[in-house]
């Protein structure tokens, strides 16, 4: 690793540097990672010098990293930790920011825009003004656009500047380790790999539940849902790690080719009625920067076919929302029942907050009785205290990866784009139908609707 590679944060005063990006940093730090860059050059328009800027961001890493804080661990980051106060949004700002790069010898860079997608073509545009600045990596956090259209003009905008396999479109879901272990576990087992199809499976449900609301997110959020801001990106990617093909090797390329296969496969209900329903909590409409009259979605569930020879015909249900009883994200396959009146095996893989695989199949109830009973095997990898400090955390991993060139886990433009062709299209069908934006109460499990969509097709939530 080139020892002048430089990691700029655009937004660096914001709630994702502070929770997110610094612990990370500081873990890969204490973890003794030689691929930490040498330099971590914080931009924001907030009068604070680089010492102030330290002692601000140690609460936010003593509170928030995985690793145990040691003082001696952070000031050995702090000491590479550099404010630069300029206004991101004015471009004749980057003549002095390539003059500071200039003076501090940066060599290659790694720029993170932790900000709105809004303004990552003024950034892009600004850069122009900074030499080398066309031959960094550059990391973007979603969403990556707001709509189909505002996706592919950005995109162009950034390959226009930056080289496309430098551009690492972060989703932190697929840095998250069970996401990981989807594969292993399909794959290296048989158990599974030879029954994982629509002719054993009776359906595979992924869900993403939130007990907060929109809090401080209130603006951002009223011009996405839920639609946009987790189901396009988030559960496709991990729908598409669920039902793709093995790919012949890890390697980013046959990896990637698996995955696009699947959402372009994804299908189009013919009646979206019958196949989404979107909710919207009480109250929704008095939290701050929310329009009073607003319809957005903090709910969504939907029905997807996968249109191919091994899942043809079998469902996945997909749901997410917020202000819900409990938080929870999980991927539940539901096997078919080979008889009648017995309950179906179950894989219900647990990404967060609790880590790990639970397995419901079927045995004799004890004694002189032929009853079939439940058993249930629960394997819980984050309740161990080793697993837990073993186990980076998603933006650890995915910062690292991205330091060292590994693009596996890092969403690609075919797959934003197809995946923006089906959420924009069955947005417009639910809308053009004249479907309401269901109210559902705070702490519950979501509008009824959506337990009505699955009962329509003789199917239930796995809770």
């Known amino acids: 690793m080139n020892k002048e590679q430089v990691f700029t944060i655009f937004g660096g005063t914001g709630d994702l540097t502070f929770r997110k990006l610094l ?23 907030r009068d604070y010098t680089s010492e102030t800027y330290r002692d601000m961001a140690k609460e ?9 804080f040691k003082e001696e661990t ?14 991101f949004t004015d471009e004749n700002a980057y003549d002095g920011l390539d003059n500071f790069y200039r003076e501090m010898g940066a060599g290659s860079h790694i720029f993170y825009f932790a900000v709105a997608p809004r303004f990552f073509g003024t950034i892009v545009n600004g ?8 031959a960094g990596k550059v990391v973007l956090e979603k ?26 479109r972060i989703d932190h879901y697929l840095g998250k380790e069970m996401v990981r272990n989807i594969q292993i576990i399909r794959f290296a087992n048989p158990i599974f ?4 199809d629509a002719e054993h499976i009776e359906c595979i449900q992924i869900s993403a539940l939130e007990e907060v609301g929109v809090e401080t997110r209130g603006g951002y959020y009223d011009h996405s849902g839920a639609l946009k801001d987790m189901v396009q990106n988030h559960l496709f990617q991990i729908l598409s790690i669920v039902a793709m093909e ?36 009480e109250g929704y409409r008095g939290e701050p920067s929310v329009d009073k009259e607003s319809a957005t979605e903090t709910y969504a569930a939907l029905r997807l076919l996968v249109d191919n020879d091994r899942w043809r015909g079998m469902p996945f249900y997909v749901r997410t929302g917020k202000k819900l009883g409990k938080r929870e994200m999980q991927v539940a396959v539901v096997f078919k029942s080979p008889v009648a009146g017995v309950e179906s095996n179950i894989l219900n893989i647990k990404i967060q907050p609790t880590e790990g695989v639970y397995l419901q199949f079927n045995i004799k109830k004890p004694g002189e009785t032929e009853e079939v009973i439940q058993a249930k095997m629960d394997f819980c990898q984050s309740c161990s205290f080793v697993n837990r400090m073993n186990t980076p955390e998603a933006y650890e991993r995915l910062l690292g990866a991205c330091m060292r060139g590994e693009r596996s886990w890092f969403s690609q433009w075919d797959q934003v784009e197809t995946s923006w062709k089906y959420v924009d299209e069955v947005r417009e069908q639910y809308r053009n139908m004249g479907l309401p934006t269901y109210e559902y109460a705070q702490g519950g499990s979501g509008p009824k609707e959506a337990e009505e969509l699955l009962e329509r097709y003789g199917h239930t939530w796995f809770e």
């Open 127 to 134: 850069l122009k003004r900074v030499a080398g600045a066309e």
């Open 60 to 68: 936010w890493v003593e509170k928030f990293a995985r690793l145990r």
């Open 74 to 87: 952070y000031q050995k980051l702090a000491e590479n930790i550099i404010y630069y106060r300029m206004d």
């Open 23 to 45: 612990p990370a940093l500081y873990n890969i730090e204490a973890a003794k990672d030689k691929e930490l860059c040498s330099r971590v050059v914080v931009i924001g328009r």
């Open 246 to 281: 093995q790919p012949g090797t890890l390697a980013v390329e046959d990896m990637h080719r698996e995955q696009i296969k699947v959402l372009k496969a994804l299908s189009i209900p013919g009646n979206i009625s019958e196949s989404m329903v979107l909710g919207q909590y």
């Open 143 to 168: 969403p990556f656009g707001e709509n189909l259209s505002a996706a592919a003009k950005l995109n162009e905008e950034m390959e226009a500047f930056f080289r496309p396999d430098h551009i690492y």
């Open 193 to 196: 790999s030879n029954v994982w």
